[in-house]
């Protein structure tokens, strides 16, 4: 069980608009998989044979979810990611990599750039991208989960508050970039505003409340190493 994350995620879903993705810039130059803990070993004979090398751990990362391979020629790094995306913030994919293919689902797809607290130009790029191709509701299928995305955000506010400020980020950047229409401003617009409205509504846990106290005076996300995805 292997699902697309990533860029070419981002291209391969939203193909009304992919003229967009590359009106803007976005390059592709890596692939990125999630797949789950338990097909560990199956997973890397795969790559095995595809003639595919696994990097040595102690040349990856000290984390023990992420493996990354490279073709014999080193033209292509492969990412692969075990059962959660460990980042500023942390996405559970159990039971969740069977929800859509090939890629992992819209809903996590735009919460894996969302989470990032450095957000660049890139990863707007690929949001900009998938929220003019989707509409954002219910369900999973060709659709942005919202309510799955609030639910996850009511639970825990440093996750809340890194997606949120992100969104506005998004919404203040779209507002005035060359490449976009009036008619693709409005729209991405609109759905940002949906998704902040939604969340805000959203009845917050008790932890949430609590943490939402100490606000941005503590640290509140994970400092992690830089990846291309």
């Known amino acids: 069980m292997l699902r ?9 879903h939203s193909l009304r608009f992919e003229y967009l993705h590359k009106t803007l810039g976005r390059s592709i130059s890596d692939m990125d998989f999630m797949g789950y803990g338990k097909q560990k070993n199956d997973i890397e004979k795969v790559f095995a044979s595809l003639g595919y090398m696994k990097r040595p751990p102690s040349l990856t990362t000290a984390y023990s979810y992420r493996d990354i391979y490279l073709e014999t020629n080193g033209n292509l790094v492969i990412d692969v990611f075990f059962d959660k995306l460990q980042m500023c913030h942390t996405i559970d994919f159990r039971n969740r990599l069977e929800l859509d293919s090939p890629t992992i689902p819209l809903a996590d797809m735009l919460l894996q750039k969302l989470q990032i607290v450095q957000l660049n130009e890139k990863d707007v ?42 969104l506005r980020k998004v919404k203040d950047l779209a507002e005035n970039h060359s490449a ?22 959203e009845p917050k846990s008790f932890s949430w409340k609590m943490r939402a106290r100490v606000g941005t005076s503590k640290k509140w996300y994970r400092e992690v190493e830089v990846t291309s995805a």
Do not use: C
Not at 129 to 144: F, Q
């Open 125 to 166: 790029k690929d949001v900009l991208v998938l929220l003019r191709e989707h509409s954002v509701g219910e369900g999973e299928k060709e659709i942005v989960n919202m309510p799955y995305i609030t639910k996850l955000l009511s639970d825990d506010w440093g996750f809340y508050y890194t997606v949120t400020t992100n």
């Open 4 to 12: 697309l994350l990533g860029a070419i995620a981002f291209r391969i």
């Open 180 to 201: 976009l229409t009036e008619e693709d401003k409005k729209d991405i617009d609109a759905k940002i505003g949906q998704l902040l409205s939604a969340t805000e509504n």
